[in-house]
């Protein structure tokens, strides 16, 4: 069950303050951070680098990773 997973990989994610980026349905990402997840919505707020709050329903999350800095080069 794929929102199952999601739900627990943001649980996780929350707990230890971690930055991820969100990789959404139409073709949208987002890095940052969770700044509330609630079990009795379908969503969470996710406080966003550039857009700052923005809520993100669970079934529009395609991928969910921690955020890696890329390096220039």
């Avoid at 999601?6 to 991820?20: A, C, M, W």
């Avoid at 809520?55 to 955020?67: D, H, N, Q, T």
């Amino acid at each position: 069950m794929i929102g199952h997973d999601i739900n627990r990989k943001l649980e996780f994610f929350f707990k230890n303050k971690t930055k991820l980026h969100i990789a959404c349905s139409g073709r949208l990402f987002y890095n940052g951070y969770i700044f509330d997840l609630t079990s009795e919505k379908d969503l969470f707020i996710l406080t966003d680098d550039v857009l700052g709050e923005v809520p993100i329903l669970f079934e529009e999350v395609e991928r969910i990773e921690p955020f890696k800095e890329r390096r220039g080069g």
